[in-house]
C-alpha cells in the first residue's frame, strides 16, 4: 500500500444544501493564497496525494470531493449540471480563501471548471492550471431535439435501475479496475486509491461488496447542447495566466475520434490571453498518477514565477 508522504484531513463544509467533504493539507498562510485542487469526473479529492507528496514546498492545499463523489453526497437529484460545480466552487472558495484570489488546479471535468470559474469570477484566480480539461465537441442547434430525447431517456433508464455503478467482492478488485483503465498505474497507488475511491455496502442479499463512490446519475448526459461560442467567451474572460498541460497519450482522438481533436482544442486556447501549453511525456488521460513529479514539477514551477 502506499505510504503518503504528507498526509491529508478531512473536514466537511456547508455548501448551498450539502454537506462538501474537503481534503486539506498544510497550513493557511497569511502570505501566499490557498492552492485549490479540483479533481475530474468519477474521481475523488485524495486522488491529488500523489501530486501533493511530489510538490518540493509545502502549500495549503483544499481538494474537495465534487457533489455526487466520494464523501460529498449530490443530494435529491437525477443528474448534474456545470453551473452548480461553478456555484459549489464559489462557495468553497468564500469559506477558504475569503477575498483573497488563490492558486486554481483542475484535471478533466474539474480543469473545464476550473476554466468557465476563472472566465465568470477573473478576479478571484491568481493562476490557473487546467489539466487535460478540453471540453466538448462542438455540436450544432439542430442537435438539440435529438439531445433532449436523450437526455430524458437516460434519466428513464437511471430509475429503472439500469446505469448503476459497479461493485467488487473486494477493494483489490476495485484495484484491478482501476489499473485496467490506467495500466501505468502502479500496484500500490492503485491499493491505497481504491480504499479512498469506494467504499463496503450490503446488499439486499446482505453480502458486503465495494461500490465505487460516485453517484450514477453523473452518467446521464447533459440536456442542453454544448456551446463553443459560450466556451470562448469564458476563456476570453480570464486574466490569470493560464498553463495548459496535456499528456502525451492523445486522449481525445480516442473517446471523439474524428468529432474533436487536439488541434481544434489548441484554436479555442487561443481565446485566452495569457496561455502556456505543456506535455507531460509517457503519460495518458491520469497523468497525475502516472507522472506525478512532472506534474507537481510544472505546476509549482508555473506558480512560483
Known sequence: MYAPRLPSRQEFVPVRQLSYHVRLWGEPSSTEPPLVLLHGWMDVGASWQFVVDALQ???FIVAPDWRGFGLTHGGAVDNYWMPDYLADLEWLLDHYAGDRPVDLVG????GNVAMHYGGVRPQRVRRLVNLEGFGMPRLEPEEAPVRYGKWIDELKRLHRGEMALASYDTVDGVARRLRKTNPRLGIEQANWLAAHWSQTHADADGQQRWKVL???AHKIINANIFRVDETLALYAAITAPVLAVEASDDSLSGWWKNRYSLAEYHQRLTSVANVQVEVVQDAGHMLHHD???QVARL?????AR
Open 57 to 59: 514546498r509545502e502549500r
Open 107 to 110: 484535471h478533466s471535468m474539474g
Open 214 to 216: 460516485g453517484d450514477a
Open 291 to 293: 507522472q506525478p513529479t
Open 299 to 303: 505546476i509549482e514551477d508555473f506558480l
